[in-house]
């Protein structure tokens, strides 16, 4: 069985977690690992938690709170309640696209993530799950676009480096650029995800042994 299919069945069997966060960029509950075909993107949903308002915050919060709960359907409702009252807030948007993603409604979350971009173009948090998207869809270079934007927002985001370095390896091919996200990710999360640390390993040999061909 070659790498990539090893790679695929062990990637194909984490559970897609996206946990509400809070705050921008993502890493304030757990980072969630996604996982489709391949590898399903890691990234942190991050549930925002808002600055003081005029809307509606006892509904926020509980959107919030059912969020991290798990109660996805009743978060939705109340998100959809609270985007009307406030149009203009993006995390809002951000959260709403969360509940959808993760109800599985894409279109619906493509909307939503895309709405809150619209609202504020430096949300890393939209953009990174707007490249998860985008992936599954198998729109890779739009993906990789949207990626390279949260890293450029925030580049400490370490969910971003982890899906462009999946995004990388498992469908674009590039391993050393690859290599490279996979290794920054390490770097920022002090190097404890050892699911990642062996695909630096896998990547290095197979780098070693291509560069060993191309010379013998």
Known sequence: MSIFNNKTILLSALLLLLTACSSTPEPVPEPVVETPPAIEESV????????????????????VVSLKKGEIELALELLVQVSNDAPEKPW??????????????LDLAEQAFKQAIARNSKDAVANNHLGVLLRQKGQFKD????????????????????????????????????LKQYQ?????????????????????????????????
């Open 143 to 178: 993906a990789l676009s949207r990626y390279q934007r949260a890293i450029q927002i925030d580049s400490d985001y370490a969910p971003a480096y982890l899906n462009l370095g999946i995004l990388l390896d498992i469908y674009l091919q590039d391993l050393k650029l690859a």
């Open 92 to 105: 809002v948007f951000t959260n709403l696209g969360l509940a959808y993603f993760k109800l599985k409604q």
């Open 44 to 63: 942190e949903a991050e549930v925002i938690e808002p600055e003081p308002v005029d809307f509606n915050q006892q509904f926020y919060e509980e959107a």
């Open 184 to 216: 920054t990710y390490q770097s920022l999360t002090g190097a404890e995800d050892k699911l990642v640390a062996g695909w630096i390993v896998d990547i290095e040999r197979r780098l070693k042994s291509t560069t060993s061909k191309s010379q013998g």
